[in-house]
């Protein structure tokens, strides 16, 4: 999903409007919706198709951009066929304990695990889409069908995500049940600098063209991630 770099937001009185850096000021404040740069009023998120403008923004996403090209190049030079996939925020059993990409629904099973609350920074209202590794594997296995049946040189790219976001105050919650340590999330209104505010996939056209729905939603999949084994 990094090859989007921001999400995509509205603005209640002027539509779908591009989302600037948000100012230290405002995230200090407390205000942590991106600001509508007609209006400056808070904006709202929508979802994020594949046609979506891409954005990297750090030399991970760029290397995931490059890959994305370097594969489209190969199936129009020499007649291969390619489908790209483009995970949202996967958990599961057998995630890595501690790697650049456990991410935060790791972090907070591992605070629950030490005996302390899930911290959740800025309001929690950061949206994201949670999928499960088990849809992960259901779209890789849809993807290489659909390679096969394709006529010719192909490439298209898919986002793989639950199609059922959630906020990072729910993700903390859901873990937290999960864990039965009766530990309350602490929202704590710390932020990170480039973090992106909403990120909510479509999965729309992977439905569509790879016939791939996820199966495990984050009310089922989220708690049970909090008592499955790590690697
Ligand atoms: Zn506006």
């Known amino acids: 999903m990094v090859v989007y770099g921001e999400g995509r937001y509205t603005c209640p009185e002027h539509g779908r409007q591009p989302a600037a850096?948000?100012?230290?000021?405002?995230?200090?404040?407390?205000?942590?919706?991106?600001?509508?740069?007609?209006?400056?009023?808070?904006?709202?998120?929508?979802?994020?198709?594949?046609?979506?403008?891409?954005?990297?923004?750090s030399s991970y996403a760029a290397s995931k951009v490059a890959q994305e090209h370097y594969a489209a190049a190969w199936a129009s030079q020499g007649g291969g066929r390619v489908v790209?996939?483009?995970?949202?925020?996967?958990?599961?059993?057998?995630?890595?304990?501690?790697?650049?990409?456990?991410?935060?629904?790791?972090?907070?099973?591992?605070?629950?695990?030490?005996?302390?609350?899930?911290?959740v920074f800025e309001d929690g209202g950061q949206m994201r889409d949670f999928v499960h590794v088990d849809d992960v594997a259901r779209a890789n296995l849809a993807a290489i069908d659909a390679a096969l049946a394709a006529a010719g040189s192909s490439?298209?790219?898919?986002?793989?995500?639950?199609?059922?976001?959630?906020s990072i105050a729910e993700v903390a919650r859901l873990v937290a049940r999960g864990a039965e340590r009766d530990l309350e999330p602490v929202t704590t209104g710390e932020y990170r600098l480039g973090d992106v505010r909403h990120i909510v996939a479509s999965p729309a056209l992977a439905t569509v063209e790879l016939g791939f729905t996820a199966q495990v939603g984050p009310a089922k999949g989220l708690p049970a991630f909090a008592t499955a084994p790590l690697r």
């Open 155 to 166: 490439y298209a790219a898919y986002n793989v995500c639950s199609g059922q976001p959630v």
């Open 84 to 119: 790209a996939l483009r995970y949202h925020n996967v958990y599961g059993p057998g995630m890595p304990r501690d790697t650049p990409y456990s991410g935060v629904a790791a972090i907070f099973r591992s605070a629950l695990e030490r005996g302390e609350p899930p911290r």
């Open 21 to 57: 850096p948000r100012a230290i000021a405002d995230l200090d404040a407390g205000r942590f919706e991106n600001p509508c740069p007609v209006c400056a009023g808070p904006m709202g998120w929508a979802t994020v198709p594949e046609d979506a403008r891409l954005d990297p923004r």
